[in-house]
């Protein structure tokens, strides 16, 4: 391929790891992963509540992975409330796994920068053969990508698997009990999965611009070992 199309193939892996890496730094930061809504079961049951008069004993809520604000409803009117996931919610939350999601989504940000680092040196520079060529790109790739879906993976078991929301609606709730009714991924959990995605679409771009697979590569190479091994 000629190198000015190369050029062009790496600045464009670059450009979308940049993107990606700015887009997964706002989501860290806004409360826009998940909305969710949740029934206060004690009024409801206490009035024996059905059809549109749920509507009075339904709350929602919004949050991401620092912070959120909701609003409370037993019947009696609108609670709204706000919290922050530290310290507030040490005690009601899986902290390991939440501080796992934070880490890892700190790891993305850092490894898609030194990846789009590595597109432009590759694109306008003289590249080492292992770090900076197209081993390098394909290995930044995959560690980020990996990163991104380990992210997706560890919050969605947190939400649904460890009833993040419906322990949040509860907290400091002696007098009424809440059950999550519906939940659903909101902006930054998606701009992460694009992010995975894009890592995914650079290896193809990396593959595009020429370079063979890494197993490929060793694969044929193993080959040429083989015939000049029978040759002598």
Same mark, same amino acid.
């Given at each position: ?31 826009? #992963? ?97 770090? *900076? ?28 698997? *460890? ?26 959990? #998606? ?42």
């Amino acid at each position: 391929m000629p190198s000015q199309q190369k050029k062009v193939i790496f600045c464009t892996a670059g450009t979308l790891s940049f993107l990606c890496a700015l887009g997964v730094v706002a989501a860290l930061g806004t409360p826009l #992963w998940i909305e969710a809504t949740f029934l206060c079961k004690t009024g409801a049951q206490l009035v024996n509540a059905s059809g549109q008069e749920l509507g009075k004993f339904t709350g929602e809520i919004q949050y991401g992975l620092f912070h959120g604000q909701g609003v409370r409803q037993c019947g009696l009117g609108k609670r709204p409330f706000r919290f922050s996931f530290f310290p507030d919610l040490l005690k009601a939350i899986p902290v390991s796994i939440h501080v796992n999601v934070i880490l890892f989504s700190t790891i993305l940000i850092v490894l898609t920068l030194v990846g789009t680092a590595f597109f432009m040196y590759n694109a306008f520079g003289k590249p080492f053969e292992t770090l *900076h060529g197209p081993l390098g790109l394909y290995l930044l790739s995959f560690i980020s990508g990996s990163c991104g879906c380990l992210v997706m993976i560890l919050f969605a078991s947190e939400v649904k698997i *460890h009833h993040l929301s419906e322990k949040i609606a509860n907290y400091k709730e002696g007098t009424y009990a809440y059950k999550t009714q519906s939940e659903k991924y909101t902006t930054s959990f #998606w701009v992460v999965f694009i992010c995975f995605f894009v890592h995914f679409l650079n290896g193809l771009l990396i593959r595009l611009a020429g370079f063979q697979f890494p197993f490929a590569k060793s694969k044929d190479t193993e080959t040429t070992n083989v015939a000049s091994d029978l040759m002598y």
